[in-house]
Structures are given as structure tokens and as C-alpha cells.
């Protein structure tokens, strides 16, 4: 059984969406304490939007969350995902939660992706979740998805049209901020 795994960080929510659809992930599980985000893309009500113009499902799941209080004390990521372990021992039903959902999407035909903001997921509580999630069923496959930006090929690169000052040279003293 599979489960993709998708931090948010640094992605523009075109690109983080097209990662899932290129997936074939059919439902985003929300592992945020709050989905809620700076960035107002990934605001729950516009990503839930986003994923449904897509075809996705999408499921917050507020207690497989970092708590705030873990998060806002911990002196660095090692002490604030350790917290995260300490609490989940006394939170397994998120766990059997997350379990039924992964298993009900892996019958549609249609896995699911916990996701997150943190980009790496060994800094980020999904790391955690994966590893107890794969203790209660030995057959979860994790694969953690590392988008990356498209690039212009060079022969592109070399078709775009250029400034007439592209190679000129100015003098410092003709900078405006000298």
C-alpha cells in the first residue's frame, strides 16, 4: 500500500498541486495542528479548492497535528519532533484515523498524501507519522515527493529575446543606488 508524503515549502500551489495530480494521489490528508498558512494559498478553504479543480480530495486532520506548544518551545527540530513522538503515544486514535483513510483510498485506487509545510521530511512531523504508521501496517510504502522547478532548456534559453543592454556594461557611478 502506498502513501506519498508533500511539504508545501517554497512551492507555489500550481506546482505543489501538479506533483500530486502527476502522482496520482487522489486524497491530500492535512496533518497541520491549523490549516492555516502565511501564505494564502494553502489556506485550508483555497487548497481544498485548488485540489478539488484537480480532482482531489482533501481531509484536515487536526489531531495528527504538531501540537503549537511542542513546536513553539522546542530549542530545534530534533526536540520538536522528539515532543511529537511523546505526544502521539498518548494520541494513537489519529493514527488508526489516518490508517483507515490511507487503506479506504488505496481501494478506490486513489492513494492519499499527508502533507504539511516543512519541504524535507525528516523536519517535519510527517517523517514520524510515517514510521508509526508503518509499525501497524508493515505494508505501507512511503514515497516522499521532491518537486522541482521546471527548467528552460538551453536551446530555449538561447530563443529569448534579449535587452538591447543585456551585455552592455555600466559604469558604477551610473547605477541609480550609487
Not at 504539511?116 to 501497524?136: A, G, M, N, Q, T
Request: hydrophobic share 35%; charged share 25%; aromatic share 6%.
Amino acid at each position: 500500500m502506498k502513501i506519498y508524503s508533500l511539504g508545501y515549502q517554497n512551492l507555489s500551489v500550481e506546482l505543489y498541486v501538479q506533483n500530486l495530480v502527476n502522482a496520482g494521489v487522489g486524497i491530500i490528508l492535512d496533518v497541520r495542528e491549523h490549516a492555516w498558512s502565511q501564505r494564502p494559498a494553502f489556506v485550508k478553504s483555497n487548497l481544498q479548492k485548488a485540489l478539488s479543480d484537480a480532482g482531489m480530495d482533501y481531509c484536515h486532520i487536526k489531531q495528527a497535528g504538531n501540537p503549537s506548544q511542542n513546536r513553539k518551545t522546542a530549542r530545534n527540530a530534533r526536540e520538536c519532533l522528539a515532543r511529537y513522538r511523546e505526544h502521539l503515544r498518548s494520541n494513537r486514535g489519529c493514527l488508526d484515523a489516518l490508517l483507515l483513510m490511507i487503506r479506504q483510498a488505496e481501494e478506490k485506487g486513489r492513494p492519499a498524501c499527508l502533507t504539511c509545510y516543512e519541504r524535507k521530511p525528516k523536519e517535519c512531523h510527517r517523517s514520524i507519522l510515517v514510521d508509526e504508521l508503518v509499525k501497524l501496517d508493515p505494508t505501507i510504502i512511503t514515497i516522499h515527493l521532491e518537486p522541482t522547478l521546471p527548467t528552460l532548456s538551453s536551446k530555449k534559453l538561447k530563443a529569448r529575446p534579449q535587452s538591447l543592454a543585456a551585455n552592455a556594461f555600466l559604469s558604477p557611478a551610473l547605477l541609480p543606488f550609487t
